[in-house]
């Protein structure tokens, strides 16, 4: 017989610490059957009057299990659809027959070495009559959590313990936590939460599930998400002497898994507002420059940002700006990769892509550039493979000093990540500094009739090969120095299918690849393709 939420079965009183050293008879269904009284019965008659549901304790004196009254008492508890019995265990045996009569009429008969039937039905009957108060006290708890909102999931998971004694943590689908500690490892309780998230059980997809040891694991999805599993869950471990707390623990959860739910999207719509107020400040920063007003300089101080050093901008670019990513997400996603690396930075909204700038004491050296090239591109590396559709590419910009500085090199940043773009390399990172001979190519990169000229350079191969691999292998041929071996190791193609490749491209273009103003035109043209959205 199921239970209902906050009901106990015979099982689970039978973990509790009352029940040391018991035989039980009847078989899994009956054991699973719902508990609603445990009360005595003086007398084997005085079960005919007992309600349905109520677990009977009947001392030595009222049944002596190896007589023959015992198969009278399983009739008259089946007939009055009783949870089960109580007794003692006698101390020749019990008889076969009887064992077989519980089985067959899948009663729960329970055998203890002594019985003292009022004191054990006082100590089972609060456990049995708690659940549904305690679901009650839980579910207060949690709608008071509701109505302030936990600052923190920790604190969340301290009011569980504190109100009904929940050893409770939020985990991840595999297992693993991600807030708070269990008593048992992330893999065994990880293929349970995969059962529940192809079809979770009881009320808002709660899961019940056992452990080793006795344990019963309660689970619910943290935040259910429409047509897919759950990310995180609240999960729940219950020793056997709480077996009591199982409808309160689940009760709880639900009502937990809400407040979290109602937490994590207040979250967001702070981020949602914070990167937005971040933008405004930056844009008056570029605005005023040095002379930035008292309310520009507070609001900036407010979001921690340094304004007097050497500043380095970071603009970064989406190779594919249409993917459907919210800002919000993807700056929260940079600003934790930039912390694992050691990087802290408010990463800001812009037309571009975010932006972010650091922030130097003295001015960095052309070691600290490299390492903070790298680094950015391995952090880039990284969300293109947690999140697959992404490609990114960004541009430093030099370091210059004050508050006008953070607007000079976020122009520069803008031309270095202009420069990123035309590269066949995922995650491109550039540099501009002062002396970069890439800021004298930027500037050839024209408009107008000369960007029409230019474009028409390269018109033929464009026309001709709509996959772009000849363009590509050709960037790729004059990025290296004209060479079959380089272009053939990037591009992961044999030489000769370069060398073939490089006949088509000569047969087609208008102009002599061996004469060095020709082919530099052509370069040139091919960096303008690449760098211009609107060309792709």
Same mark, same amino acid.
């Given at each position: 017989m199921a239970t209902g939420p906050g009901e106990i079965t015979v099982r689970q009183l039978l973990l509790t610490e009352h029940f040391a050293g018991h035989v039980a008879l009847g078989g899994d269904q009956a054991l699973d059957r719902? #508990?609603?009284?445990? @009360? &005595?019965?003086? +007398?084997?008659? *005085?079960?005919?009057?007992?309600?349905?549901?109520?677990? /009977?304790?009947?001392?030595?004196?009222?049944?002596?299990?190896?007589?023959? @009254?015992?198969?009278?008492? %399983?009739?008259?508890? =089946?007939?009055?659809?009783?949870?089960?019995?109580?007794? *003692?265990?006698?101390?020749?045996?019990?008889?076969?027959?009887t064992r077989r009569l519980a089985e067959k009429l899948q009663l729960a008969v329970v055998l203890v070495t002594q019985v003292d039937a009022t004191s054990l039905a006082g100590r089972l009957d609060p456990i049995v009559r708690a659940p549904l108060l305690a679901a009650v006290d839980g579910l207060r708890i949690a709608v008071?959590?509701?109505?302030?909102?936990? /600052?923190?999931?920790?604190?969340?998971?301290?009011?569980?313990?504190?109100?009904?004694?929940?050893?409770?943590?939020? =985990?991840?689908?595999?297992?693993?936590? #991600? =807030?708070?500690?269990?008593? #048992?490892?992330?893999?065994?309780?990880a293929g349970h939460l995969a059962q529940g998230a192809a079809g979770a059980d009881g009320e808002a997809g709660a899961r019940l599930f056992p452990l080793r040891d006795g344990d019963t694991g309660v689970a619910v999805p943290a935040v259910r998400l429409t047509?897919?599993?759950?990310?995180?869950?609240? $999960?729940?471990?219950?020793?056997?002497?709480? /077996?009591?707390? %199982?409808?309160?623990?689940?009760?709880?959860?639900?009502?937990?898994?809400?407040?979290?739910s109602l937490h994590l999207a207040d979250q967001a719509m702070r981020f949602e507002r914070e990167v937005q107020h971040?933008?405004? $400040?930056?844009?008056?920063?570029?605005?005023?420059?040095?002379?930035? @007003?008292?309310?520009?300089? *507070?609001? /900036?101080?407010?979001?921690?940002?340094?304004?007097?050093?050497?500043?380095?901008?970071?603009?970064?670019?989406?190779?594919?700006?249409?993917?459907?990513?919210?800002?919000? &997400?993807?700056? +929260?996603?940079?600003?934790?990769?930039?912390?694992?690396?050691?990087?802290?930075?408010?990463?800001?909204?812009?037309?571009?892509?975010p932006a972010f700038w650091l922030t130097w004491q003295q001015p960095p050296t052309p070691v600290e550039i490299t390492a903070l090239a790298r680094t950015i591109r391995r952090v880039l590396l990284n969300i293109e493979r947690d999140v697959p559709g992404l490609e990114f590419y960004a541009g430093i910009g030099g370091a210059h000093p004050g508050i006008a500085g953070i607007a000079t090199s976020m122009q520069e940043a803008q031309q270095a990540f202009v420069l990123a773009r035309s590269r066949d390399v995922h995650?491109?990172?550039?540099v501009m500094d002062a002396r970069a001979v890439k800021r004298i190519l930027l500037g050839w990169f024209p408009t107008g009739p000369l960007r029409d000229s230019a474009l028409s350079l390269v018109e033929p191969l464009t026309g001709e090969d709509a996959t772009g691999e000849l363009s590509r292998t050709l960037?790729?041929?004059?990025?290296?120095?004209?060479?079959?071996? +380089?272009?053939?190791?990037?591009m992961g193609v044999h030489r000769n299918t370069v060398i073939h490749r490089l006949r088509r491209i000569r047969a087609l273009l208008l102009v002599d690849l061996d004469q060095p103003e020709e082919r530099l035109a052509v370069h040139l043209a091919l960096r303008l393709v690449q760098s211009d959205p609107a060309l792709d």
């Open positions: 719902s #508990v609603q009284l445990v @009360t &005595t019965a003086s +007398s084997v008659a *005085e079960l005919g009057d007992l309600p349905p549901h109520a677990l /009977a304790i009947l001392s030595r004196g009222a049944l002596r299990m190896e007589d023959l @009254t015992a198969d009278i008492a %399983i009739r008259r508890a =089946v007939t009055g659809n009783l949870a089960g019995l109580v007794a *003692e265990l006698p101390p020749t045996g019990l008889p076969v027959v008071e959590r509701m109505l302030r909102l936990p /600052a923190d999931p920790l604190e969340l998971l301290s009011g569980l313990r504190e109100a009904l004694g929940l050893s409770a943590a939020i =985990v991840r689908a595999d297992g693993r936590p #991600v =807030v708070g500690e269990l008593p #048992v490892a992330g893999w065994e309780i047509g897919a599993p759950a990310n995180l869950w609240l $999960v729940a471990v219950l020793p056997p002497r709480d /077996a009591a707390l %199982i409808g309160a623990a689940r009760s709880a959860l639900v009502a937990a898994a809400l407040s979290y971040r933008g405004q $400040v930056f844009a008056e920063l570029l605005e005023q420059g040095d002379s930035a @007003t008292r309310h520009c300089l *507070e609001s /900036a101080t407010a979001l921690g940002w340094q304004l007097f050093g050497w500043h380095n901008a970071v603009q970064i670019g989406l190779v594919r700006p249409n993917v459907s990513v919210p800002v919000g &997400t993807l700056i +929260s996603c940079l600003e934790a990769e930039l912390r694992r690396d050691g990087v802290r930075a408010g990463v800001l909204p812009r037309q571009q892509g995650a491109a990172v550039e960037r790729c041929y004059l990025d290296h120095e004209s060479s079959i071996a +380089s272009t053939a190791a990037i």
